[in-house]
Every structure is written in C-alpha cells, then in structure tokens.
C-alpha cells in the first residue's frame, strides 16, 4: 500500500501539489488570525501614568457596584463627581496636596513666530492642568520655567517655545497665552500646564486630590459612602486618561480576530475541502482500473485516505510554519493601522498551531471521504463508464446536509424579524448569518451550476461558431471541474457582498435616522471638549433662533435581576428639544419629561409610560424616575433622554438651533458664525452636521477590508490551483480539438472562454446569495420603521469579480499553452 501511495504521488504530482498548496495557505490563514486572536487574551501589565510619582490620589469613583443575586455587578461612569470642597480641606489638613483639574484645550492661530520656524501654533485635542500637579506624572521642565502670572502656561515641546504667544481655545473661550516653558511630551496626553488661579477660573471643580499622606489617615479623612476613591499603587491607573483604553482596544482586536478567523477559517475550510474532493474525483478511472485489477472497495478507500493523511500532514506542517512567519507580520500591519494598541504584539502560544495542523488534517480526509467513498461503491466497468462524463448528481448526505444548513439559516432569518429585528444589526449577526446561506448554496453547487452556466451561455451558444457551444458543453460535461472553481468565487463574492453590503446598508440607515430626527437648521459641537457657555448665551440672546443646548451623559440599569447595562444619554431641556428635534416617540410625550422622570426606548425592560425605573446616573447617583416618553429602537442609537439636573458633570457637547418662523434665517445664521468665531465654536448646517458625523469609517470596515483581502487573497490561490490542476486532465481534449481542425489560438480562446463563463457562474450566484442577505437586512429596517435603501458595495464586488476572472483565465490558457507545444497525436493517444 505504501509503495502505490508514494507511485501515486510521484505521477499524480501535479493535481496532489495543487492540493498541498491550497490546504498549506488554509492552515497559514487558520494558524496566522489563531495566533493573534491568543494575544488579545491578555495584554502586559499597565502601570500608573498621569499620577506615577504621586502617594495617594482621591477622586471620584469611577464605577458603580450593584449587589444581585449572580454576585456583585459594575458598570462604568462616564462622569465621575468631583471632590467637595470640604473633603480637599480635611485633606491638606493631613499634609502637602496638590489640586487637580482636568480640562479640554483646543490650538488656534497665533501671530508671532514660534522659535525654529514654527508657526506658534498649537494644534489637536489637550488637556489643561494647574502646574502645581505636574511633579505627580512627573513632567520636568526642558527649558524656561513655570508659568506664574495670569495668561502663563508650559507647553509640551514640540507645540511651542518659551517666549511665543499662542491661542488656546479653553472652557472660557479662545485667548492669548504666553508660553515660559516647555516639558517631555507624555505618550498619554498632550498636556497643558496653566497657574493654579488660571485652571480653578476655567474649571472650578477638582477632578482629584494628590495626598503627600499615609493611606490610612486619607481613607479615614474621605469617609464610607462619601462616593470618592482613594488610590495608591496600580489603582491609581484608574485615575489616567482613559484608563481602559488598552482593555477596550483588546477587546476591539479580539473581535475584530475573531470574525477574521471565523470567516476566513470557513473560506479556507470550504475552498480546501472542495479542491481536494475535486483533485481525488479526478481519478476515478484509475480507481476504476484498481477494480479491474481486483483491489477491493476497501482497499481503494484505504489508499485515497493514505494518501490524504500524508499530503494533509505535511500540508498542515507547512502552514503551521506560515502562520508562524505571517503572524507577527499581521500583528504588526494592525498596529501600523490603529487596530491594535501600540504594545500589541505575537506571543508564545502553542494551541492556535494544534488547532490549525489538526483542522487542516481533518479537512484533507473530509474532502477525500466522499469521492473515495463512491469510487469504491462503483463496478469496476461502471467506474471507467462513470469517469468520462459527471452526472451531476449528489449524494444523499450532501442533499440533506445542504438541505438542513439552508433551512436553518432561514429559520434563523425569520425568526429574528420577528422576535429581534434589531439584532440582526448587530455586526456579530450579520458577519456570521450569512455563513448559513453561503454554505448551503455551496453544497447544492453541482446541481445549480449546471442551469445557470446554461442560461448565461443561451445566447453566445445561439451566436455564429463553435466557441459558445462548446464552453457550454464542456462546463456542462465537467461538472465537478465547474463547480470547483465556480466554488470559490461563488463564496468571496457572497462574502463581499453581503459584509460590505450589510455594514454600508446599515451605515446609510443610522445616518438616515439620525439626519431625520434632528430638525435644527444649525447645529453647534466642540470637537475637543465642551461647547462654551459664552457660545451657548450669544446664541440664545439672537433674535428669530430657539436654541437646545444637550449633554452627553449615559444612564445604568438592571435588567432582568442580574444583568448591569449602561446606556448613553442625553440631558436637554424637554421644551427646546421639542422644537429642534423630531424623535421617534412610541408612547407618552417627550414634553411629559421632567427632573422625575426618564425617556427610554423599547429595548429597555421596563418600557410603559408611567412605570419607574431604578436607575444609576452617570456621576452613580442612584434615582428612581417615572418613564415620561417610550422611543422606538431604530437603528440602535436611540438612547435615553434626561433633564439636565440628572447630568452633574457633564458639560454642553451640542447646541441645536432652529430659526423661527417668520424670522430672517440669513441674520441669524451670519449672527450664529460670529458668536462661533468669537468663542471659537464650530457652526454647521443640519446637512453638513450629519455628513460629518455619519457612520462609515472605523475599524468594522477597516476589519473587513482586511478579511476580504486574505479571504480573495486565498481564493486567487485555489482557483491557480484548480484551473491547473483541471487543464492537466483535459490535454487530450484539446488535441482531439487540434487534430479536428482547430488553431492553437482557438484552444486558447475556449480554455479562456470557459474559465470566463465559469467565474461568471460562480459570480452570479454568490450575489443571488449575498441578494437574500441584503434583503433580509432590508426587511430587519422596515420592522424597525427606519427607511433605507440597499446599499450594494459594486466597487468591492468589481474587484472579487475581476481579479478571479484574470487568475481563471491565466491559469486556465497558461497551461493549455504548454500542452499544445507537444504533438496532438501523441497528446490524443497519452494515457489518461
């Protein structure tokens, strides 16, 4: 047995390479996304920054702890509450303190000349700060010294020099400030250091309290129940900017791995699986003459899985050794990208390389279990018969198993409008549904090929020559050659269509609603930080604009007795929001809202006017209010709405302004541009604002830019493989077209003829498939009232289409072209 297996492969290398290459690229993709899905699990320890050399910080607690029957339950504030005065006092009662207070700081323009030709110009989103904490990171001074007079500050090198006057645009507005020293830029923060009278003027409240004492003697000056945390050793990295920055970016990489190494581990598996069923259903005649020599049934299915295993183990050992290589490399193109954190690397994990190298074996004998399978069901003559022309038929298991995943994704599919239309928004639905579908059309494939590949070849069969005719009598004759290449188009293109499709349908439908429920002519926002109050007095003092001026806060609840969900919100007046805003509101009225009461949407649990709801306020404050309003769930992004006495902390981040009836929009709007130069607030129409702050970009579409590229990647390498290995059994083909006349030329035109009609195949029906998830998508919008129209990602499916019909058709004449250089009529007697 071993010596037939080792001639097998010596004289069947061509079909058995082809086979090798595409099962060791499937194990490289499984074992690359693998090893750096292993490194999201758990990131390097993270040490203090922003309070590094300080003892002991108090500052607000940044969180809310629930007790429920499941345990302790926390959630995140998104405005933890200041330090009461009182407590800073009792504080320096203990020893030396230094006040905190954090601000937003904006550049713009200066009129003189920064040193070493700078332009004097401060730039980008910073952080204010009195100078007395600097010594808490530590910042140190480079050059100059600290700022001591009214309008001083220390700038980060690189933003100025000591002597420049620069305009930083602050809580108080924009203003000229002169710059007398500069420090060390800090990887976390672009700082600005102001007096200690200059940051308590721009932000009144202390945000926390360095504490030169023993951490006993603080917790006691603090007290229980008083809301504030006090910090010493790594818990001070709860008081860094944006302390869960690396966390959150793990979990972002880890999903965004995950739906990378799911869908291209089922790319991979499904193409490999299809090759090498393909290359083993290549030699049925010569297991026919196996049967004829007396091997039993048993003897061919054992020397097809032994040579399976062995090209399946040192396929799945070359790819371990890609992933190997290709891993760091990934690593690092997502870091270059802004995926991953900077520190995000590749580390010492073994599993992922097991996962892959057994996949990968398993995949090669799954992929030889069928054909070998009825190749050694055949007669020996029925064999020889059956090896000249497919059937087309399937066998039962392939019939119910596609059966079963098509009606499951269906079923799926109805179920979720009916019971969940909104979660089938949710990316890890609709990267994962469509699996479902793709895989069951892809089972059917040798029976849909067939009266596809003959409705799109109707006409040119019809036309003047033999070329149409027969492309679609060989594809037709050779279906399992047709169906092997159309395989992967067929799910790249569904794949392509339906991701992309799905994320542009739903991006259109958020910035459709969003467009739709604001009805201010001009909308006021401060990129950097809070819209000043000056802005928001200016605006209210011109004449013919009613203006609401919003905060961004956010709201916890428990659900169900165990669940702790946060959501955001936003604190208006329920007056000035009415007449700016148009909100898709169920039941009750958004003008009920008042300091008792609360507006939800339908995805909240308790959800009827005129119930109460526990609930913890973003400073964790916790409150009991009435529901006043009930708002439909969209698209997901209607949150929660307040009155403004529930958002201590949060400052003003828009301001939305309708023009009057009867009022001179012109006037008002010229008066609205001016109070924004003036405060250096940014005034945008309606339309502008919801361009600006349409979905689109990210990291989901940057994620499956780059599943598609290794998914399209992969499939280019299949069809090289397949269109090889197919030509190599059709050279006798094209010598009994030679030897009936035809021209080199003409062999060449119908092999690239027929690789085109083939991808035109698989094309065609990957976008039937990615039509019904679209549209199921679509259906998903209509049940939530929001109207959208089908985006369709043509640029994304132009390039699949193209790049697989040049590979088919490259790979499809290149080896043709080697064939016909040997004589035909020695090609037409060769054995097969």
Same mark, same amino acid.
């Given at each position: 047995? +071993? ?195 200059? &940051? ?84 049925? %005649? ?15 299915? %054992? ?151 003959? +409705? ?6 019809? +036309? ?12 037709? /004759? ?35 609603? &969003? ?92 959800? %009827? ?51 009057? /009836?009867?009022?001179?929009?012109? &006037? ?32 989901? %579409? ?36 030679? +030897? ?55 640029? &994304? ?36």
């Amino acid at each position: 047995m +071993l010596r037939l297996v080792l001639h097998g492969l010596r004289t069947r290398w061509v079909t058995l390479a082809g086979s090798f290459l595409a099962l060791a690229l499937g194990v490289g993709i499984v074992a690359t996304t693998g090893l750096a899905l292993a490194a999201t699990f758990a990131g390097p320890p993270q040490a203090p920054e922003r309070f590094a050399a300080a003892p002991v910080v108090v500052r607000g607690e940044d969180e809310v702890r629930v007790r429920t029957p499941a345990g302790v339950r926390t959630q995140k504030l998104t405005d933890p509450r200041p330090v009461p005065a009182a407590v800073a006092a009792r504080l320096a009662g203990l020893g030396r303190t230094e006040l905190d207070r954090t601000f937003a700081v904006s550049g713009g323009g200066a009129d003189g000349a920064a040193s070493g030709g700078a332009s004097g110009r401060a730039s980008g989103a910073m952080a204010g700060h009195p100078w007395s904490v600097a010594a808490a990171t530590p910042y140190r001074l480079l050059s100059g010294r600290a700022p001591g007079a009214p309008g001083e500050v220390v700038v980060a090198a690189g933003t100025g020099s000591a002597g420049d006057r620069i305009t930083l645009t602050t809580p108080a507005g924009p203003g000229r400030w002169t710059v007398t020293g500069t420090v060390r830029p800090a990887p976390f923060e672009h700082a600005v250091f102001f007096t200690e009278a200059d &940051a308590a003027r721009l932000s009144p409240d202390i945000d926390a309290v360095v504490v030169h004492a023993g951490p006993a003697k603080v917790r006691a000056a603090v007290g229980e129940g008083s809301g504030l945390a006090v910090l010493t050793g790594d818990d001070r990295r709860r008081a860094d900017p944006d302390p869960d920055r690396d966390a959150e970016a793990l979990v972002s990489v880890n999903a965004l791995l995950g739906t990378a190494a799911g869908i291209t581990a089922f790319v991979s598996v499904f193409v490999v699986a299809s090759t090498f069923s393909f290359a083993v259903a290549q030699r049925r %005649r010569e297991f026919g003459l196996l049967r004829m020599a007396g091997a039993t049934p048993g003897q061919v299915r %054992r020397l097809v899985y032994a040579e399976a295993a062995l090209v399946g183990v040192l396929a799945s050992a070359a790819g371990c050794r890609l992933g190997l290589s290709g891993a760091p490399r990934l690593a690092h193109r997502m870091v270059q990208q802004g995926l991953a954190p900077a520190w995000f690397a590749v580390g010492d994990q073994n599993w992922p390389l097991h996962t892959a190298f057994w996949t990968g074996l398993a995949v090669a004998l799954t992929g030889a279990v069928a054909a070998a399978h009825r190749a050694g069901r055949v007669r020996p003559a029925e064999a020889l018969r059956d090896a000249a022309v497919d059937s087309g038929t399937m066998p039962p298991v392939r019939v119910v198993l596609g059966a079963a995943v098509l009606l499951t994704g269906a079923v799926l599919v109805v179920l979720g409008l009916v019971q969940d239309p909104a979660g089938l928004l949710k990316r890890k639905t609709y990267t994962t549904q469509p699996m479902l579908l793709i895989t069951g059309c892809a089972l059917f494939a040798p029976v849909l090929v067939r009266p596809a590949l003959r +409705l799109l070849t109707w006409l040119p069969a019809r +036309l003047p020559g033999a070329t149409g005719l027969l492309v679609r009598e060989n594809a037709s /004759a050779g279906l399992r050659r047709t169906a092997a290449v159309a395989a992967p188009v067929l799910v790249t293109v569904a794949l392509a269509a339906s991701l992309m499709g799905t994320k542009a349908t739903i991006d259109a439908a958020k910035a459709a609603e &969003a467009h739709g429920q604001v009805t201010a002519d001009f909308v006021a926002t401060e990129e950097h930080g809070d819209v000043p109050q000056e802005f928001v007095d200016r605006a209210r003092r011109i004449e013919g604009a009613r203006v609401s001026a919003s905060r961004a806060t956010s709201v916890t609840v428990l659900e169900e007795g165990t669940a702790l969900i946060r959501s955001d919100a936003r604190a208006v007046d329920p007056a000035d929001a009415a007449a700016v805003s148009a909100l898709p509101v169920v039941a009750g009225r958004l003008t009920g809202l008042d300091d008792d009461s609360i507006v939800v949407n339908e995805e909240w649990e308790t959800h %009827r006017v005129g119930e109460r709801v526990r609930v913890w306020l973003g400073d964790g404050r916790e409150v009991t209010l009435r529901v006043a309003a009930v708002l439909a769930t969209g698209t997901g992004d209607n949150g929660v709405y307040l009155t403004p006495r529930h958002a201590a902390g949060a400052g003003v981040d828009r301001v939305e302004i309708a023009v009057r /009836a009867g009022a001179d929009r012109r &006037a008002v709007e010229r008066e609205l541009r001016a109070a924004g130069r003036v405060t250096g607030t940014e005034v945008l129409t309606r339309d502008a604002w919801a361009a600006a702050g349409a979905p689109g970009g990210g990291s989901t %579409r940057t994620g499956l830019l780059m599943i598609l590229a290794i998914a399209l990647v992969y499939t280019g390498i299949a069809l090289a493989n397949t269109q090889v290995m197919a030509t190599a059994d059709r050279v006798r083909d094209f010598a009994v077209l030679r +030897l009936a006349g035809a021209t080199g030329a003409q062999v060449l035109r119908l092999a690239g003829a027929e690789a085109l009609a083939v991808v035109a195949v698989g094309a065609g029906l990957g976008g039937a498939v990615a039509a019904l998830n679209l549209l199921g998508v679509r259906a998903a919008l209509g049940r939530l009232g929001v109207p959208a129209a089908v985006v369709v990602p043509w640029e &994304a499916v132009a390039l699949v289409v193209a790049v697989s019909a040049a590979l088919a058709v490259v790979f499809a004449v290149l080896p043709a072209s080697f064939a016909l250089r040997t004589r035909p009529v020695e090609l037409a007697g060769a054995r097969a």
